[in-house]
T-cell receptor, first 115, second 115 residues
Framework: KNQVEQSPQSLIILEGKNCTLQ??????????LRWYKQDTGRGPVSLTI?????NTKSNGRYTATLDADTKQSSLHITASQLSDSASYIC??????????????FGKGTHLIIQP | KAGVTQTPRYLIKTRGQQVTLSCSPI?????VSWYQQTPGQGLQFLFE???????NKGNFPGRFSGRQFSNSRSEMNVSTLELGDSALYLC??????????????FGPGTRLTVL
């Protein structure tokens, strides 16, 4: 069964600090992996998307890495800001013809930035 | 370009009632997917529509149904509501192009509370 596990479940850090969120997956075959940011009461917004051949992808202060051999990904947030407080969701897509049923969602990491 | 819109944003119903949620995709997007999001389960795929046809369906009971209109707007209906149906219902649309990337653009969601 395809699964995406995220850790930690929740994290509290001080403003200005860095943090790293983890995503382990057992989806096979693999097409791509994406990270979403979801603010409270809002829909998820895409941060990065990586295919099998990409190891790193950056979007401002967000840097995602992918190790397709170990089936692990991480999202690193640099110099955190209060606006980074949100849930971060890892989503893995298998080769199912591109349909939404081929997406496996993690349950997310709830990040709180304290001033 | 306007984003995905969902109406209503909030809804309170009682057990046994039915509800209809509406989603307008980004202009030019023909694929619309629906998800249920709860704190314990994360995002779970309900169904996907493309050109007025249901392309994929998740593992939900027949009380959950949907449809898509010729202008790509979509509705989902839940009949005989149960307490466990309380959740955030998210709609996402996908642009045409490389299907395997299946980029999902989410709306703000409809928060359904069943009393």
């Amino acid at each position: 069964k395809n699964q995406v596990e995220q850790s930690p479940q929740s994290l509290i850090i001080l403003e200005g600090k860095n943090c790293t969120l983890q995503c382990n997956y057992t989806v096979s075959p693999f097409s791509n992996l994406r990270w979403y940011k979801q603010d409270t009461g809002r829909g998820p917004v895409s941060l990065t998307i990586m295919t099998f051949s990409e190891n790193t992808k950056s979007n401002g202060r967000y840097t995602a890495t992918l190790d397709a051999d170990t089936k692990q990904s991480s999202l690193h947030i640099t110099a955190s800001q209060l606006s980074d407080s949100a849930s971060y969701i890892c989503v893995v897509s298998g080769n199912s013809g591109g349909g939404a049923d081929g997406l496996t969602f993690g349950k997310g990491t709830h990040l709180i930035i304290q001033p | 370009k306007a984003g995905v819109t969902q109406t209503p944003r909030y809804l309170i119903k009682t057990r046994g009632q039915q509800v209809t949620l509406s989603c307008s995709p980004i202009s030019g997007h023909r694929s619309v997917s629906w998800y249920q999001q709860t704190p314990g389960q994360g995002l779970q795929f309900l169904f996907e529509y493309f050109s007025e046809t249901q392309r994929n369906k998740g593992n939900f009971p027949g009380r959950f149904s949907g449809r898509q209109f010729s202008n790509s707007r979509s509705e989902m209906n839940v009949s005989t509501l149960e307490l466990g149906d309380s959740a955030l219902y998210l709609c996402a649309s996908s642009p045409p192009g490389l299907a395997r990337y299946n980029e999902q653009f989410f709306g703000p969601g409809t928060r359904l509370t069943v009393l």
